[in-house]
């Protein structure tokens, strides 16, 4: 879902544009505050990953496909400041090098899919979590929830946009309900890819997922002797 | 597991996937593209860069993976300047 040159006006553009400065700006301020030693180095396989997996489209329906967006994915594993500077790093270079998402619409892709999709990836991750069982294993559905919506919000998002700045007569009715609805079915594959990488990382480095902290600081550290049942706790 | 054997994991099937995007990806429009079709909202339709921008035909997998490269050396040094003194207990703000 890569806006292309032309499709919202140049006031939408411009207005989307600063929202996305405005942003990136307190996400390079709370980014500081989610990287250290060792979830830099994280964070920029997290770039390179969403880059390469926003190449492969899969397919969904009859004629259509979709690809991965990965606000989601970002968001579990590195944070949510962090994961719009990562988005926004891959749409940048995917619109300067591969002319994937128009130039004029860049601060419109940065909009949608590093503001718009981390933050309800982000928030919806969170509620998933605290309503699902506390443990390790929570956290990778959790993640699918977050995913799941991101892509539909974004598709939304851009709707809305289109009715306040688009450049084709359309109903915006007819507009959103096909956006949402094929959006949800993308998500869908969204949702599948999130947990299965945010699961796998889990299952080797929990420590590394940004979104399980909470989890693993409440999990109680069990000490159990050779031959002892399970029950002590410190 | 070592960060470091799961960053090089990582990378491995980064690059794995960036290499193989066009041969397994699909080639019909994505859902803006679709959507925009059908609704009449853009005429040329938009090309996704597993797709066929012309200037990715030739040595397209290679310009795939540098490519990923290149956002992996960006992100990394962004991320390695923004690092603070983050630690594990730290909360979610």
């Known amino acids: ?234 | 597991m070592k960060p470091r054997t799961l960053l090089l994991g990582g990378l491995l099937v980064t690059l794995l996937l960036a290499a193989a995007a066009a041969a397994v990806g699909s080639t019909h429009p994505d859902g803006l593209e679709y959507v925009s079709g059908r609704l009449g909202l853009t005429s040329p339709p938009h090309q996704h860069a597993a797709g066929t921008p012309p200037h990715l035909h030739t040595g397209s997998v290679l310009v795939r993976v540098a490519a990923t490269l290149l956002v992996l050396g960006l992100g990394w040094g962004l991320f390695w300047l923004l690092r603070g003194r983050a630690t594990d207990s730290d909360g979610e703000g």
Do not use: C, K
């Open chain 1, 1 to 234: 879902m890569h806006v292309p040159d032309g499709f919202l006006d140049a006031p939408t553009s411009v207005a989307t544009g600063l929202v996305a400065a405005g942003a990136l700006a307190l996400a390079i301020r709370g980014a500081r505050r989610e990287l250290d030693d060792r979830t830099a180095p994280m964070a920029g396989l997290v770039s390179a990953f969403v880059f390469a997996g926003q190449m492969v489209n899969f397919p969904v329906g009859v004629g259509t496909s979709g690809h991965l967006v990965g606000a989601g994915l970002a968001a579990v594993l590195v944070g949510p400041w962090t994961a719009m500077l990562s988005v926004s790093v891959v749409l940048i270079v995917q619109a300067l090098l591969l002319a994937d998402g128009g130039l004029t619409a860049l601060g419109t892709n940065i909009t949608l899919l590093a503001v718009v999709a981390v933050g309800v990836a982000w928030w919806t991750f969170r509620v998933a979590r605290a309503v699902l069982p506390r443990r390790v294993s929570s956290v990778p559905a959790s993640a699918a929830v977050g995913a799941l919506l991101s892509v539909p919000a974004a598709a939304g998002a851009l709707s809305l946009l289109f009715a306040v700045g688009g450049t084709a007569p359309v109903s915006i009715g007819a507009l959103l309900t096909a956006m949402v609805s094929w959006h949800l079915l993308i998500g869908l594959g969204e949702a599948l890819i999130t947990a299965a990488v945010v699961g796998s990382v889990i299952a080797v480095r929990p420590d590394l997922v940004y979104g399980a902290r909470p989890v693993l600081a409440a999990r109680r550290l069990v000490l159990r002797g050779p031959g002892q049942e399970p029950g002590a706790v410190a």
